[in-house]
């Protein structure tokens, strides 16, 4: 069986990221890959894995003005181009790991079973419908993206979502050195650090991340903060300048860091005390799964598809979204007591270990695929 991916970004996202681990998970289960993907970082790094990669146009969604008419040109442009591929490649089954990818495979040809990786809870519901009727399976990776998509679809096209919760490379997270990490990234040795990964967009929620920063350091003047992220397509300078002000206001100038590139995340988490993850509305949180196969303790939103991978005070902390007063209060507990950090922290690793690997997505995917190939 061959089963064609389409991405039309080539940055390495947390989406990328899933698909590239994917890749590598799915032929032990008799499932051959290739991927139609603009050229960049995840085109070259499915090519050093061996697995066959056609290059398209990228695609960078918008929603209005010339923006939406740029959108449209890339559209039709990576349309044309999967179309080729399509007839080169003949695929079994066609996989859209996203809703721009699903836009871009439009010109399926009738017969070959599509599959639509819904990775995001703010799509355009005229989109997300009109996706819906024409794909076979609909992956929702959190039971609140299901929630969103029944809540958005037609009854109908309920019988085709399937909920196959993210996975990551267990492998490559294990608990680290934190001395090492601390030295490699000029961050103190002794005092507590504790940290948030994300790309500097605004639901994120950097500024609940400062906001708590700042409480914390009332009662752990010791503390350090570190925030490793980027703009990653250049769209968020506004939001960027407002946060390095509020860290200014804040005056936490001398004990935040900013980390812009870390190529993996593994080399930066041992250096945390403590992971903070206070994003808004997460569609999953794979850092939050990283983190705490690390054995790092995480304290996050409640929001999202968070609860899928944190039970509150058995394996991380929950909090209210957007009570920067509650994290830092939960944070605090983690820092103050040791014991309970690494207990929390244990029991992260063993719940990530048996529930969210590469290769149980991979099976569930698999499964998937034959069911409609058989039916």
């Known amino acids: 069986?061959?089963?064609?991916?389409?991405?039309?970004?080539?940055?390495?996202?947390?989406?990328?990221?899933?698909?590239?681990?994917?890749?590598?998970?799915?032929?032990?289960?008799?499932?051959?890959?290739?991927?139609?993907?603009?050229?960049?970082?995840?085109?070259?790094?499915?090519?050093?894995a061996g697995v066959s990669v056609y290059p398209i146009p990228p695609v960078r969604a918008k929603r209005r003005g010339l923006g939406l008419?740029?959108?449209?040109?890339?559209?039709?442009?990576?349309?044309?181009?999967t179309s080729r591929i399509i007839r080169a490649c003949k695929p079994d089954i066609v996989h859209a790991n996203s809703m721009a990818s699903a836009l871009a495979a439009v010109a399926v040809p009738s017969g070959i079973p599509r599959?639509?990786?819904?990775?995001?809870?703010?799509?355009?519901?005229?989109?997300?419908?009109?996706?819906?009727?024409?794909?076979?399976?609909?992956i929702a990776i959190s039971t609140a993206l299901d929630a969103y998509l029944r809540n958005t679809l037609a009854p109908p096209c309920h019988e085709k979502i399937r909920i196959i919760r993210n996975g990551i490379d267990t492998a490559r997270f294990t608990p680290g050195d934190t001395a090492a990490a601390r030295k490699r990234f000029a961050l103190p040795e002794d005092a507590p650090v504790i940290g948030m990964i994300a790309h500097l967009i605004p639901w994120k929620r950097h500024d609940l991340f400062l906001a708590a920063a700042e409480k914390i350091r009332a009662k752990h003047p010791a503390a350090h903060f570190v925030i490793v992220g980027r703009d990653l397509f250049g769209e968020h300078g506004a939001w960027v300048k407002q946060l390095h002000r509020q860290a200014g206001d804040a005056g936490l100038q001398d004990?935040?860091?900013?980390?812009?590139d870390v190529d993996q995340t593994e080399s930066i988490l041992p250096a945390f005390d403590v992971l903070a993850h206070p994003a808004r509305h997460e569609p999953f949180g794979r850092v939050v799964c990283e983190a705490m196969t690390m054995r790092v303790p995480v304290v996050a939103a409640d929001s999202g598809g968070i609860p899928d991978i944190i039970t509150d005070g058995v394996n991380g902390f929950l909090?209210?979204?957007?009570?920067?007063?509650?994290?830092?209060e939960r944070v605090g507990a983690l820092l103050d007591n040791p014991g309970l950090a690494q207990t929390l922290a244990g029991a992260a690793r063993e719940h990530v270990l048996r529930n969210f690997t590469k290769e149980r997505v991979a099976s569930q995917l698999a499964t998937e695929y034959y069911s409609v190939l058989t039916r």
């Open 1 to 48: 069986m061959k089963v064609l991916f389409v991405e039309t970004v080539s940055e390495m996202g947390g989406a990328q990221q899933s698909l590239y681990e994917l890749c590598a998970a799915l032929p032990p289960f008799g499932v051959e890959v290739a991927v139609a993907v603009p050229w960049g970082p995840l085109h070259d790094a499915l090519r050093s």
């Open 69 to 81: 008419a740029v959108t449209l040109v890339q559209l039709a442009r990576a349309s044309w181009q």
């Open 115 to 138: 599959f639509l990786h819904v990775r995001d809870l703010r799509l355009p519901a005229f989109a997300l419908k009109a996706a819906a009727r024409r794909h076979t399976r609909i």
């Open 255 to 260: 004990v935040l860091h900013w980390v812009r």
């Open 319 to 328: 909090v209210a979204e957007g009570d920067a007063g509650r994290f830092a």
